[in-house]
């Protein structure tokens, strides 16, 4: 019963997180030349729809103490963590649409906390909205060190990759210049990129990785079989999400 609550929990909320990620990336794409990178008068992850609601909602937390902090974008607010975890003290940070640096701007929310671990799952929304992988790297790299500051155990969840059609029909009406496969080709090599470097930090300052492209690649795109719609999971691919989570859980004995 606890799998079945859990799933139609995840297809409810994706279902939700979709609908809104969709209303961020036409803004994104409509508001820059999606070949070049983006340039707006003002930080993006202040100018995503959904990031005043997520934290309205984090100030409404009464919570004072989380083991565990799973904190994202809608991949991470896809899933009830508690559920698929098995637990009750995990707390999910996810806000949908999110980038790096609107993470580092809400991080007093996960130290309060006072978390033993957090998940940090981010960056595609950053590598689809052009940002350059050096500033989502700097930003993703503050999030950890402000972690590592405050004694709480980072884990570093490599970026996902993209379907080779994601978006393929929105694309193909308000851009039918574009390639749709190259471009999500281009996206994800723009990913590989970040996630070289990324590795390279966690190996010199011995930070545990998951490495969820390993297990949900078919060449350099996500598989179909695992997604709902080229980047959110389905319950097959929260299914390897959990157990990479779990690995990691049962190292620290938590």
Known sequence: MLKIKALNTITKLITITFLGLLAFCAFTLNAVDVKSPIKLDTAIYLKNPNYKIGIALLKL???KHAEIVMLGNSLTHGANWNELLGRTSVVEEGIVGDVLEGFYHRMKYVYKLRPKIVFVMGGLNDIYSWVPVETIYKDYIKVIN??????????????TYSTEYYAKDWLNNSHPEINVKKYNNGRNKEVDKLNRMLRNYAKVNNIDIIDLNAKTRRGHFLKHEITLDGIHFNDKGYKI?????????KKYKL
Do not use: F
């Open 61 to 63: 937390n009464k919570l």
């Open 146 to 159: 402000g972690l590592r500051l405050r004694r709480i155990i980072p884990v570093i969840q490599l970026t």
């Open 241 to 249: 999400w959990v157990r990479e989570v779990n690995k990691i859980l």
